[in-house]
């Protein structure tokens, strides 16, 4: 179910980025400030990793040291997509892999941020695909337990 409409018309192409060495707290202020639930962390135009609202929630449950790198807290394999795919495809892969966030690259080069709503905005249809998502895991936990 292609919609004709690629990734690249509805990223974001404004990126809020942080460097590796970033400290966890200066993070958190950047992702409070900017309204966002996730942070790409490159190092020139290479995307090194991404840190999200859970990630920062889950370090502090079990930190009190504000001043560790994001190096060190950030997933450094983080799933991707190419510009030019569609966006069915990339609703898809978020579904399969679990994510909100897909950080666009080309030639190896981040060029802009897709997430769930910007697809949501452009292509409401495919909120069908996140939904029987929830439906199928909500009836996998439900079979799990009887």
């Given at each position: ?33 900017n309204n966002i639930g996730g942070i790409l ?5 290479q995307l090194k990793g991404i840190l999200t ?94």
């Amino acid at each position: 179910m292609k919609t004709g409409v690629k990734v690249n018309d509805a990223m974001t192409k404004k990126l809020i980025t942080i460097s590796p060495d970033t400290k966890i707290l200066d993070c958190s202020k950047i992702m409070l400030k900017n309204n966002i639930g996730g942070i790409l962390i490159k190092q020139g135009n290479q995307l090194k990793g991404i840190l999200t609202e859970k990630d920062i929630l889950k370090f502090f449950a079990q930190n009190t040291d504000k001043n560790i790198p994001v190096k060190e807290v950030m997933a450094k394999h983080v799933i991707t997509i190419e510009p030019e795919k569609d966006l069915y495809e990339a609703m898809l892969l978020m579904s399969e892999e679990e994510v909100r966030r897909l950080p666009v690259v080309s030639n190896n080069k981040l060029i802009g941020h897709l997430t769930q709503k910007d697809i949501l905005k452009i292509q409401p249809a495919l909120f069908e695909i996140c939904a029987e998502k929830i439906r199928l895991r909500e009836e996998e936990e439900k079979l799990s337990k009887t």
